[in-house]
């Protein structure tokens, strides 16, 4: 949620630094009576460094706030392409977006480690000040996105949320979900009556009849424009 901490400190001014980046950006403060609050904006399992880096004037800072002003919905056909020697097909098509241990096929119901999402959306123009975020909805468990090729970044935690502002053109955009979840599905596959087991795990018991853990990319996915 949105916050404002009180630092001891002043005169200085605050920069956000994101652990799992490295990347730095601007926060809104305000100083007053020899120390200086800042907003934090920290969503479930957020971590962030605040530091205090250069010599300012600057009493009061408040970073404009960016708005949803459109959205696409990447819709139609996925491709899903699976690492191999986990007992899955190369590859599967999905006419929408469902947990792979909803599937009829036993080596993608059962499927444990990353399977590869590829789809392709057009967008018409962009423009300059505009931010454009990729929204992946649900995901089991941890997502890395690219976009025309470009790295965007993992995302491991709600929101599933991906600034791909640099990697999208105008025009078609190919895009590329690598989606990776645990093993519990592969164990449980392997416990299954007549199967032959892909792995197995010493310290871990299941049994054919535990349920299925959600598992890949179930979105919905929208790539929205925020302004």
């Known amino acids: 949620g949105s916050m404002w901490?009180?630092?001891?400190?002043?005169?200085?001014?605050?920069?956000?630094?994101?652990?799992?980046?490295g990347e730095s950006e601007a926060v809104s403060f305000r100083m007053r009576d020899g120390r200086t609050q800042v907003k934090l904006d920290l969503g479930e399992k957020d971590a962030v460094f605040v530091l205090f880096d250069e010599p300012t004037i600057v009493r009061r800072f408040i970073l404009p706030e960016r708005r949803v002003c459109g959205s696409l919905s990447v819709d139609g056909a996925w491709t899903v392409s699976f690492q191999q020697g986990r007992g899955?097909?190369?590859?599967?098509?999905?006419?929408?977006?469902?947990?792979?241990?909803?599937?009829?096929?036993?080596?993608?119901?059962?499927?444990?480690?990353?399977?590869?999402?590829?789809?392709?959306?057009?967008?018409?123009?962009?423009?300059?000040?505009s931010r454009y975020v990729l929204c992946l909805g649900r995901v089991c468990s941890m997502?890395?996105?690219?976009?025309?090729?470009?790295?965007?970044?993992?995302?491991?935690?709600?929101?599933?949320?991906?600034?791909?502002t640099s990697a999208l053109r105008p025009g078609v955009n190919t895009l590329e979900i690598e989606v990776t979840n645990?093993?519990?599905?592969?164990?449980?596959?392997?416990?299954?009556?007549g199967s032959d087991p892909i792995t197995w795990a010493e310290a871990y018991r299941v049994s054919a009849d535990d349920p299925l853990h959600p598992s890949g990319l179930l979105g919905p996915v929208i790539l929205q424009e925020l302004r």
């Open 5 to 21: 901490l009180s630092f001891n400190v002043s005169g200085l001014r605050p920069v956000l630094l994101h652990p799992e980046t």
């Open 88 to 129: 899955a097909p190369e590859s599967i098509q999905l006419a929408a977006l469902e947990s792979l241990s909803d599937n009829s096929e036993p080596g993608v119901k059962y499927f444990s480690g990353t399977s590869s999402y590829s789809n392709n959306f057009e967008i018409e123009d962009m423009r300059a000040d």
């Open 143 to 164: 997502a890395r996105v690219r976009v025309n090729g470009v790295d965007c970044g993992l995302a491991w935690k709600n929101p599933f949320d991906v600034d791909v």
């Open 182 to 193: 645990g093993w519990i599905n592969r164990l449980i596959g392997d416990a299954q009556p």
